[in-house]
């Protein structure tokens, strides 16, 4: 049975009195059902977290706030995605939760938006638009940002959202 920690290829190695191939081996298959998860790598040394439960690996809105924010944030919950999960879906989520932390650091995202059809869709969808144009007001004063295409600037709740600021 193989304890719960924190290992190096070395010390598993020692733990275990296997050879550094077999131990190589065995944590890729304890990696591929999911009982181990890997950090470091390139000049430091791996460092392969054994668990008993299977973890599974988190993709959403926290892992995106934290690569584009300068503001790194410490996840609220566990927020796993099944399948593409895009910025556009990191604002509306952000906008969502409303947390004045999370606001500050999704006014970051705005400079890599990709789609604003996109964002915009999920924006009616959710029925958040006015809220999205305030953000991305804010955004403008306090950081670089993409600015907005002309044909979402000419709808009436921006207008409406500009006289509120």
Known sequence: MIKEGKYTVETFTKERNITRQSAINLLSKLKKSGLVTVSGGGKQKRIYTITKVPQKQTNGLYDILNKYSPEKLVPKFKHIVKGKYTIENALIDSILIGDKRTLDAATHLFRHISSWKRLFDLAKKHKVEKKLYDLYFIARKTTKV???????????????SRTAL
Do not use: G, I, S, V
Request: no cysteine; glycine share 0%; net charge positive.
């Open 146 to 160: 993409k600015k907005m295409p002309k044909r979402y600037l000419n709808n009436d709740k921006y207008k409406r």
